[in-house]
C-alpha cells in the first residue's frame, strides 16, 4: 500500500510540474501594451509589423493601449518594429524601432517583459518611449524624432 501511494504521488508530482514547468516556457503568449501617456486630447497612431504579420494603422487615445500578443519561439527570436508617432502642436513626431526583441527584451532579469517574459509594456510620453523594466521603473528607451 505504501508503494501505491508513492508512486502515485510521484505521478501527481511529475504532472504537476510538467504542467507548470512548460505552462511558462512553452504555452505562455507574449503580450505587449503601448499605452498613451501623451496626455488628454492627444491621439497616438502605431503601425507595427514582425515579418509574418502587420498589425495595421492603429489609434490610441489617452490612457488607452494597444495590444497583442503571440507564441514566442524557443529561440526567442521574435523582433516586432513599430512607425509610432503623435502631433506635438500640429507638429509630427515619431519613432521607427524595435519595440520587441526576444533576445533582449525576453530576459526575465534585465528584461523589459516582467518576471515571466510575458508582459512588455511600454508608454509613449511627450518625451519619448518608455519600457516598464522588470524592477517596475519607467526607462526612456527611445527619444521622438522631431
Ligand atoms: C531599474 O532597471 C533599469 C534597467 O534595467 C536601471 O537603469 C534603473 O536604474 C533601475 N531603477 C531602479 C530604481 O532600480
Same mark, same amino acid.
Given at each position: 500500500m505504501a508503494t501505491a501511494k508513492n508512486v502515485s504521488f510521484g505521478f501527481i508530482l511529475l504532472v504537476l510540474v510538467t504542467f507548470l514547468c512548460c505552462s511558462i516556457t512553452v504555452f505562455a503568449k507574449v503580450h505587449v501594451a503601448v499605452i498613451n501617456g501623451l496626455g488628454p486630447g492627444n491621439a497616438l497612431y502605431l503601425h507595427c509589423r514582425d515579418k509574418n504579420t502587420d498589425l495595421g494603422e492603429q489609434t490610441v487615445h489617452y490612457n488607452q493601449n494597444f495590444e497583442w500578443s503571440f507564441n514566442e519561439n524557443v529561440f526567442d527570436t521574435t523582433l516586432y518594429w513599430c512607425r509610432i508617432w503623435w502631433y506635438d502642436h500640429h507638429k509630427i513626431v515619431s519613432i521607427n524601432n524595435e519595440i520587441y526583441n526576444g533576445g533582449k527584451d !525576453?530576459? !526575465?532579469?534585465?528584461?523589459?517583459?516582467?518576471d515571466y517574459k510575458d508582459r512588455c509594456i511600454r508608454k509613449a510620453q511627450w518625451d519619448g518611449i518608455y519600457y516598464l523594466m522588470a524592477n517596475g521603473s519607467f526607462e526612456k528607451v527611445y527619444d521622438w524624432i522631431r
Open positions: !525576453a530576459d !526575465a532579469f534585465h528584461g523589459s517583459c516582467g
